[in-house]
């Protein structure tokens, strides 16, 4: 179906753009998979640049989105215009650097927010045009080529280079006309990946041309689409018969002849909030330490991707350097260019996992003591359904028991189940609402049990924990207590609100008293990191004092964006 295309670039060809390259990388996800051999072979490249892209169409829906609730706010519900291009384009590139996953997702991440820059710069009629699109693509591919501490041609930094030559070409007689610069990138683009195997000889032995420069490509026809409302036809990617019919076992042994087995063990992944002259600190440190290094992002906030073999000493830099958080570690297991070829036998899948979304990291700590594995979603940041099927992959589990524990997570749950079981995967979604429901699930979840039964008793102890939680209110807001004003504290129970007050303290008993009006026998508190710290003695002892038969558990929840999660079962 065609495409109405946009004519300048501004906030509405940005969220065409956004969402034309999810639905591009989503089709081309599992080719781009099976071309990765550099510079880990390790078939995730179109995986990852999909997670990517798919935070920056979060970030950018949620800019549309809040945009429209201030215009009814202000009673202009039909106000036109939508969001500037600054906050669009900023949005995308932000949604991506939070996001990014991998090498490629991480130099996606920062091609986007080097267009951004310029997009952003200089107000903007000046950049909404072919030109200022030519600028935008030349600054991306500067910045990416900056980004990455030993750039290698062949790789994705040539297409972006290539991309960005071509549009110089374009624009100098084409004023005005963004069609004709994104699809001068785009051919740009399309051409130099074709000749990335001759660039870097792991390619032509694997016959296979760049994953992640396959992946730029199929970005930059979603920006052709957008412009001229038709999509560039799909060019045919050579991939290595062992790869597509023989699975996981034969394309690890097509990787150990293709890579360098010799390479780090781990890959690390994290955001860090730190100042630009500590980054520069830990460029160099981690250079010493590794190999794949790319640092990307500014303003205070970056995302930290390095391969290593030591992956306590890279988090420890990042520590000195700043505060790293959502660390992501991932050994490079048989199968892939570092190890295949060593004697290790293919890793035997476990019969049955839980994977929970936890708001905090203290919580992400319980829950992976127990033996879940974990996806943490901080404030203002859901994770994505592409994420939630990556970790039941790294479950690697016949079976898996997903826990949302977030009522507005239920449909992109639902999906990443749907997803997994198209994988093989048997998966129950148990739809719990809040992460004390979920420690309810997780108390009574048995292995040698049958998968039914399991997830039977699992979800009758989530359904019998009542939950709530304390929270400040953002801003004034009509509410089921009546209307709250910015910074008044709000107690929620079963995710309506029913007492707003002054004190957290206060509000917090009212909350437990109305839960345990109705009996318990267990009261769960999880505190996070800005509640006061006397909070849950006083509701400890209020419990001790007033219910008898009750009893407390305490738990530190970390930055998990509420005060307090209650949990009475």
Excluded: K
């Excluded at 039909?78 to 991480?106: C, E």
């Excluded at 490509?217 to 689409?225: D, N, P, Q, R």
């Amino acid at each position: 179906m065609a495409q109405v295309p946009q004519r300048f670039f501004d906030a509405l060809a940005v969220r065409t753009w956004c969402g034309l390259s999810l639905r591009a990388l989503g089709r081309a996800r599992e080719e781009i998979d099976a071309i990765n051999v550099y510079p880990v072979a390790d078939g995730d490249t179109g995986t990852n640049l999909y997670l990517t892209v798919e935070s920056a169409v979060a970030a950018v829906e949620a800019v549309f989105a809040a945009h429209a609730v201030d215009a009814v706010d202000a009673g202009e519900p039909d106000a036109g215009g939508g969001p500037s291009l600054a906050d669009a384009v900023g949005a995308m590139a932000h949604g991506a650097l939070i996001g990014a996953r991998g090498n490629s997702g991480t130099i996606l991440a920062q091609l986007l927010r080097g267009m951004a820059q310029v997009l952003t710069t200089g107000g903007e009629p000046a950049h909404t045009d072919g030109p200022g699109l030519r600028l935008a693509l030349r600054h991306a591919a500067e910045s990416a080529r900056q980004a990455v501490a030993h750039p290698v041609e062949g790789t994705v930094l040539t297409v972006a280079s290539a991309a960005a030559d071509a549009a110089d070409a374009a624009a100098e007689g084409a004023e005005g006309d963004c069609a004709a610069v994104a699809r001068a990138a785009y051919e740009g683009a399309r051409a130099a990946l074709a000749a990335t195997p001759g660039q870097l000889p792991v390619l032509e032995r694997a016959g296979v041309v760049d994953a992640g420069g396959h992946g730029l490509v199929t970005v930059l026809a979603a920006l052709v689409e957008t412009f001229t409302g038709r999509a560039p036809g799909p060019e045919p990617v050579a991939v290595p018969p062992a790869r597509v019919a023989l699975g996981d076992e034969a394309a690890g042994e097509c990787a150990a002849e293709e890579g360098d087995e010799s390479g780090p063990a781990f890959e690390v992944i994290y955001l860090l909030e730190a100042e630009d002259a500590a980054v520069a600190r830990l460029r160099q440190r981690l250079d010493v330490l590794g190999d794949s290094l790319v640092v990307v992002g500014g303003d205070g906030l970056w995302n930290v991707h390095v391969h290593v073999d030591d992956a306590g000493a890279a988090v420890e830099a990042g520590v000195e350097a700043g505060r790293p958080y959502r660390i992501r570690i991932t050994h490079f297991g048989h199968g892939d260019a570092h190890t295949a070829g060593t004697g290790r036998p293919p890793r035997e899948r476990t019969q049955r996992a839980v994977v929970a979304v936890v708001p905090g990291e203290g919580l992400a700590g319980l829950y992976t003591e127990a033996g879940a594995t974990t996806v943490l979603a901080r404030p203002g940041e859901p994770p994505a359904s592409g994420e939630l099927v990556q970790a039941v992959r790294r479950a690697h589990a016949r079976e898996v028991v997903l826990l949302p524990n977030d009522a507005e997570l239920r449909h992109t749950a639902a999906a990443a189940a749907e997803q997994a079981r198209t994988e093989g995967i048997r998966v129950a979604l148990i739809p719990t609402r809040s992460a004390v429901q979920g420690i309810a699930a997780l108390a009574v979840h048995e292995p040698e049990r049958r998968f039914d039964e399991d997830v039977v008793a699992m979800t009758s102890a989530a359904g019998a924990t009542r939950h709530a939680e304390v929270a400040v209110a953002e801003r004034q807001s009509w509410t089921t207590a009546g209307i709250c004003q910015a910074g008044d504290v709000l107690g929620l129970v079963d995710g309506d609100v029913a007492v707003i007050g002054a004190d957290v303290t206060e509000v917090a008993a009212t909350v437990l008293d109305r839960m345990l009006a109705a009996g318990g026998e267990l009261v769960t508190l999880v505190l996070g990191d800005e509640a006061p710290e006397t909070v849950t003695a006083h509701l400890e002892a209020r419990v001790r004092g007033a219910y008898l038969a009750v009893d407390t558990v305490v738990y530190r929840g970390g930055r998990q964006g509420a005060l307090l999660l209650i949990g009475v079962e």
